[in-house]
């Protein structure tokens, strides 16, 4: 049982470098989200997906993309990263609707210098 | 813009003694309430979900309230084990929840 899937675990990216972090669900879910984890800080929604085709903003938006590839996939993308990018992002999933519990990945670690 | 608060930030406790985490948020039109647990290095596995119109939900040794009119929740974890140990972190909305930082529990054995 995969659940939700993160590539890459970890990375480190210099300063303006951009990459896209790769989140995938075997749960025939509806809904995807991205999050950042900072330290103290509680997690943070940055985009979301309510079904495949849609995407809207969440809390922390500024600096990322996402793409709705399919039903199973959700990427988050940096175009040009900046040091206050650095945090842990975690892609989750749930079968839609605001009653469902969200299903987590576990994590990419990204460092950028 | 919902505000969610968990006090206290860690907590220590001997095996066997009951836990109780608090959690608090501004505003109470809400959609649901989780309870999510949070192992080192790792993502977080949902615990308990309390939709708006309940006031409870229990699980095993788990049992979540919720209080909408005056912004709590309550998680007890009745007779803690050092599995137990992790962080414990609480979410209101629906489609964009809003975390707490968390409560870091260490059970003793």
Same mark, same amino acid.
């Given at each position: 049982?995969?659940? *939700?899937t993160?590539?890459p675990?970890?990375?480190?990216?210099?300063?303006?470098?951009?990459?896209?972090l790769?989140?995938? =669900?075997?749960m025939?879910?509806?809904?995807? #989200?991205?999050?950042r984890?900072?330290?103290?800080?509680?997690l943070?929604?940055?985009y979301?997906?309510?079904?495949?085709?849609?995407?809207?903003?969440?809390?922390?938006?500024n $600096?990322?993309?996402v793409?709705? !590839?399919?039903?199973?996939?959700?990427s988050?993308r940096? +175009?040009?990263?900046?040091?206050?990018?650095?945090? @842990?992002?975690?892609?989750?999933?749930s079968?839609?609707?605001?009653?469902?519990?969200?299903?987590?990945?576990?994590?990419?670690? !990204?460092?950028?210098? | 813009?919902q +505000? @969610?608060?968990?006090?206290?930030?860690?907590?220590? @406790?001997?095996?066997?003694?009951n %836990? *109780?985490?608090?959690?608090?948020?501004?505003d109470?039109?809400? #959609?649901?309430?989780?309870?999510?647990?949070?192992?080192?290095?790792?993502? !977080?596995?949902?615990? %308990?979900?309390? =939709?708006?119109?309940?006031?409870? =939900?229990?699980s $095993?040794?788990?049992?979540?309230?919720?209080?909408k009119?005056? /912004?709590?929740?309550?998680l #007890?974890?009745a007779a803690s084990?050092? /599995?137990?140990s992790?962080?414990?972190?609480?979410? *209101? /909305?629906? #489609?964009? %929840?809003?975390?707490?930082?968390?409560?870091? *529990?260490?059970?003793?054995?």
């Open positions: 049982n995969a659940g *939700v993160q590539t675990k970890f990375q480190v990216l210099k300063t303006g470098q951009s990459m896209t790769q989140c995938a =669900q075997d025939n879910h509806n809904s995807m #989200y991205w999050y984890q900072d330290p103290g800080m509680g943070r929604l940055i979301y997906s309510a079904s495949e085709g849609t995407t809207d903003k969440g809390e922390v938006p $600096g990322y993309n793409s709705r !590839l399919n039903k199973r996939e959700f988050l940096l +175009e040009s990263a900046a040091p206050s990018q650095t945090s @842990v992002y975690f892609c989750a999933s079968e839609g609707g605001g009653y469902q519990p969200q299903h987590f990945g576990d994590g990419t670690r !990204l460092s950028i210098l | 813009k +505000e @969610v608060t968990q006090i206290p930030a860690a907590l220590s @406790v001997p095996e066997g003694e %836990l *109780v985490l608090n959690c608090s948020f501004t109470s039109a809400i #959609y649901n309430l989780q309870w999510f647990r949070q192992d080192p290095g790792k993502g !977080l596995t949902s615990l %308990l979900l309390i =939709q708006s119109s309940q006031r409870e =939900q229990t $095993g040794r788990l049992n979540a309230s919720l209080d009119s005056s /912004g709590r929740s309550t #007890y974890i084990q050092p /599995g137990d992790a962080t414990y972190l609480c979410a *209101v /909305g629906n #489609y964009k %929840l809003s975390f707490g930082a968390g409560t870091t *529990v260490t059970v003793r054995a």
